[in-house]
């Protein structure tokens, strides 16, 4: 096992589904095999949004469950909820002091949010990078995995970095670096037959989705007319359809329609019968351990107490180190 450490956050926000779990999570699962992995559910960043007291708790559970369901294991990685490890914030504190609101204001995603949020433009969302750059410098991490969206988060949070070690004439701080994942992240178009799968309801198969759910959504999925010559291109919808079948569905399946595609004997319904058959039998197990993993709560948090014990233990030792480097006693 590599000793690099690799942190990602995960934003609280609804269930994960398909796009999810063969995109990003499945990658983790991978990760936590080779390096010393932190994942942590972002629920200080939640509030930004001023979400209710009832939904915070819950929305954490439901993710631990999911992300456990899906192969995080506890004993490989640490996994954590954010708020249970208030070192972050002390961190957070010194790395506001060094980071100027020009830059801060020209962070594309708080302008945004701004613009779609007007009455609540508040310091937490202006400060949203420095709290991400303690969430990773509090780990001194070297790798983050994160989606294009997070490029100028990453920036500063190189930035944060530099510049303490600049102030301080130390070199304490890796520089964190955006992980990408290559071959293994599959991208998992969504059923409307438009572009990849998000979070909208008749465009996403969701992880707690039972069979019947997933069966009906499938034989919803958008189609066309038809294929009108032998060996037409596909068009992006049907594209869609074939590209789900390659993630679930075996090869010689996948053989079998694009032979009907090509001599136009294909049958739409018959194909998502069967692609909803191999989806339901890949969701299953996992389907399964979601059900197992929420229906304890006791086992959820105990999990979340140790896996915050571990994660305050590693900050504790940067943030130690932190305030002997500012001037302050360590703790
Ligand atoms: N900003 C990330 C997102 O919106 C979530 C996040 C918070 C994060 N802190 C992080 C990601 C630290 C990586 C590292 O997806």
């Avoid at 942590?40 to 939640?46: K, M, P, R, V």
Wanted: glycine share 6%; net charge neutral.
């Amino acid at each position: 096992m590599e000793n690099e450490i690799v942190l990602s956050g995960i934003r609280p926000t609804g269930n994960l589904h398909l796009g999810n779990y063969f995109g990003a999570v499945r990658s983790f699962v991978k990760m936590q095999e080779e390096y010393n992995c932190y994942f942590f559910i972002a629920d200080w960043h939640s509030l930004t949004t001023h979400p209710k007291p009832e939904n915070i708790q819950r929305s954490a559970r439901t993710i631990l469950a999911e992300y456990l369901a899906c192969g995080i294991d506890p004993e490989k990685a640490t996994i954590y909820i954010q708020s249970d490890v208030h070192e972050t914030i002390e961190l957070y504190l010194y790395l506001n002091m060094n980071t100027y609101i020009g830059e801060l204001g020209r962070v594309t995603t708080f302008k945004e949010k701004a613009r779609r949020q007007p009455d609540n433009v508040n310091a937490g969302l202006f400060t949203y990078p420095t709290l991400m750059a303690a969430d990773i410098l509090q780990h001194r991490a070297k790798w983050v995995p994160v989606g294009k969206d997070q490029e100028q988060n990453m920036e500063m949070a190189r930035k944060c970095a530099r510049r303490f070690n600049n102030i301080y004439q130390t070199e304490f701080f890796p520089e964190p670096q955006n992980y990408y994942f290559s071959g293994d992240a599959l991208k998992v178009p969504g059923l409307d037959g438009s572009g990849k799968m998000g979070k909208s309801d008749g465009n996403c198969i969701f992880l707690i989705d039972d069979e019947k759910v997933v069966r009906k959504k499938v034989m919803r999925a958008v189609t066309d007319s038809g294929p009108q010559t032998p060996n037409s291109p596909k068009p992006e919808v049907i594209q869609n359809l074939f590209t789900m079948m390659g993630i679930v569905s075996t090869p010689d399946t996948v053989k079998y329609f694009d032979e009907k595609w090509n001599d136009c004997s294909i049958r739409y319904g018959d194909m998502k019968k069967q692609l909803a058959e191999d989806m339901v039998r890949v969701m299953q197990p996992i389907h399964e351990r979601i059900v197992e993993f929420s229906s304890n709560e006791e086992r959820l948090d105990r999990i979340a107490r140790v896996g915050a014990e571990k994660a305050r233990e590693s900050a504790a030792r940067t943030l130690n180190e932190v305030r002997r480097i500012i001037g302050f006693r360590p703790y």
